[in-house]
């Protein structure tokens, strides 16, 4: 075979899947979702009377920063059983900052590769999107995907699985 007639084969390999199938989109967003509930985090805590695992403490000077382990064993109490895709299909990343845990990405794998979720508020549907340079939420999650790569301190589930190689260059 000709390396003109590779290099199709090897951009359609790298592209992200057309559609995501809805059972993964589902168990994507419901995953994030899932991870803001148990940290506490896009107002979860005040919306719906949830109560993360973590305590933060008070406000002002009572405030608490947490650590990484601390919500490492936190989420890992939001994982459950109910994800059979995690780890096959996508993978989930919790962005740290010296106070703590800031937000959730879901990231696809595999199939999935080039779609990916993340936080939001209560009340708002965040279905998975096609990481895309041109549009606005897919610029958002390859900005967010590249933060998790880069930072030390992200917390990756499953353990050691990461969803870091390069997005589409759209």
Known sequence: MSSIAILPLLWLAAAPAAKLSPDVAKEMADAVVAMDKVLGLESWSTQGGEKPCIDRGGLGATAKDVGVEETRK????????????????????????????????????????????????????CPPQKLDATKKWGKRLIERREKACAQANTIWFPEGQKACEPGPAK
Do not use: N, Q
Request: with cysteine.
């Open 74 to 125: 936190c989420a890992a109490t939001g994982i459950g059983k109910g994800l059979p895709s995690l780890g096959k299909s996508y993978v989930l990343a919790i962005l740290m900052a010296d106070i703590g845990p800031v937000t959730v990405v879901a990231l696809g794998i595999g199939d999935a590769a080039g779609w990916g979720a993340y936080s939001c508020d209560p009340g708002r549907k």
